[in-house]
């Protein structure tokens, strides 16, 4: 059964950083893309950002990028995303998702979610 | 980036009935490239619909994706009570990811 646990969330000021880890089990992780999807409290789901099977495809959404740096440990089964500048409208729940294609291509659905972990950014 | 608007914001239906969501593309999106999830409250997301009009596994042949080019659609047939909650199309094009509004569903 394919297990996605994530943490390092909590309340942290704004400018601050905060490095949230995502724990797989279950499945073949260095076969899979994986991915980082936010939920603002009350609002929609948006997708952060993507790493492909072996870390040559990132991409990150534009209000992210440059703040936040996504990275796996195959090896070790987890993906990351780091997160700095952290600002006010970051806050929001956290999901680690898992692609689709074994053949651990980019551009896939997302099959299987954490149960997320959430980040407050407030003083 | 690619901007999905979903329609209607909310859809008020009896159990029984069917739905039948809309999610409009900005630009063309590949229908190969066209994900629909369901989400309730306290749950993770779960995928339903991938490349346009493929089910997940374990997903009932109630739901059904389709469309091509800006335009698709998610319906759901016979609603059950378990049916009812947010429902968000997703595209991968190629370009980053971006997700629709969402559609929420409630009960009439």
């Known amino acids: 059964e394919v297990q996605l646990v994530e943490s390092g969330g909590g309340l942290v000021q704004p400018g601050r950083s905060l490095r949230l880890s995502c724990a797989a089990s279950?499945?073949?992780?260095?076969?899979?893309?994986m991915h980082w999807v936010r939920q603002v409290p009350g609002k929609g789901l948006e997708w952060v950002s993507g790493i492909n099977w072996k870390s040559d495809t990132i991409d990150y959404a534009a209000s992210v990028k440059g703040r936040f740096t996504i990275s796996r440990d195959n090896e070790n089964n987890s993906l990351y995303l780091q997160m700095d500048s952290l600002r006010p409208e970051d806050t929001a729940l956290y999901y680690c998702?898992?692609?689709?294609?074994?053949?651990?291509?980019?551009?896939?659905?997302?099959?299987?979610w954490g149960p997320g972990t959430l980040v407050t950014v407030s003083t | 980036e690619i901007v999905l608007t979903q329609s209607p914001g909310t859809l008020s239906l009896s159990p029984g009935e069917t739905a039948t969501l809309s999610c409009r593309a900005s630009?063309?999106?590949?229908?190969?490239?066209l994900a629909w999830y369901q989400h309730k409250p306290g749950q993770a997301p779960r995928l339903l619909i991938y490349?346009?009009?493929s089910r997940a596994a374990g997903v009932p042949d109630t739901f059904s994706g389709s469309g091509s080019g800006t335009d698709f659609t998610l319906t759901i047939s016979r609603l059950e009570p378990e049916d009812f909650a947010v429902y968000y199309c997703?595209?991968?094009?190629?370009?980053?990811?971006?997700f629709g509004q969402g559609t929420k569903l409630e009960i009439k």
């Open positions: 630009r063309t999106v590949r229908s190969f490239y």
């Open positions: 279950g499945f073949s992780f260095g076969d899979y893309a």
């Open positions: 998702a898992k692609g689709d294609d074994s053949s651990g291509y980019f551009y896939t659905g997302l099959d299987s």
């Open positions: 997703q595209h991968y094009d190629h370009t980053s990811p971006t």
């Open positions: 490349g346009g009009s």
